[in-house]
């Protein structure tokens, strides 16, 4: 099962900083994420979502191979790769997985001008080692969709302060 957790941060750097460190995490099996994705509000109210995959690239780049290797077929290699390549880009347009982008822009509103959140799917998690890195990185929980002792632990980690080293 996936649970969500959105946390705000005054940054983006700062939202950054810490999706950087739960991927160093990820990469020590101590958490599995779904998605991870950063959304940025403007001085001027818009919000930038930073996700992990652009689907429209992913789709543009499959379209131009798959048309290429159709259009050889067909003797015409770059008809069939640029055709191949807008219907991919289209679809990949089209595609979307993960967090829903529009829950995540309607999130995103609640974050002052300059501010991040970073949204999280997380699949699994080792929860005292993901709690004991997230120590003290700031950030307040804005919605999560774990259970009230975790939310709670959650929110402590986060505002606890860091051990020294």
Avoid: C, H
């Amino acid at each position: 099962m996936n649970d969500l957790l959105v946390i705000a941060f005054p940054s983006e750097e700062k939202a950054e900083e810490v999706r950087q460190k739960l991927f160093t995490m990820q990469k020590e099996y101590l958490i599995e994420l779904g998605d991870a994705v950063v959304a940025v509000k403007n001085a001027d109210g818009a919000i930038k979502l930073n996700q992990l995959f652009n689907t429209t690239a992913l789709g543009g780049v499959s379209g131009a191979f798959w048309g290429a290797l159709i259009g050889l077929i067909f003797m015409m290699p770059l008809a069939g790769a640029a055709i191949g390549a807008g219907a991919g880009a289209v679809s990949g347009a089209l595609t979307d997985f993960g967090i829903d982008d529009k829950f995540m822009k309607d999130v995103a509103a609640a974050v002052p001008p300059g501010g991040a959140a970073l949204f999280l799917l997380v699949r699994k998690m080792t929860t005292d080692k993901v709690l004991e890195g997230l120590k003290g990185v700031g950030g307040v929980v804005l919605r999560t969709s774990f259970d009230k002792s975790k939310d709670d632990a959650i929110r402590a980690a986060l505002a606890a302060q860091p051990a020294s080293t």
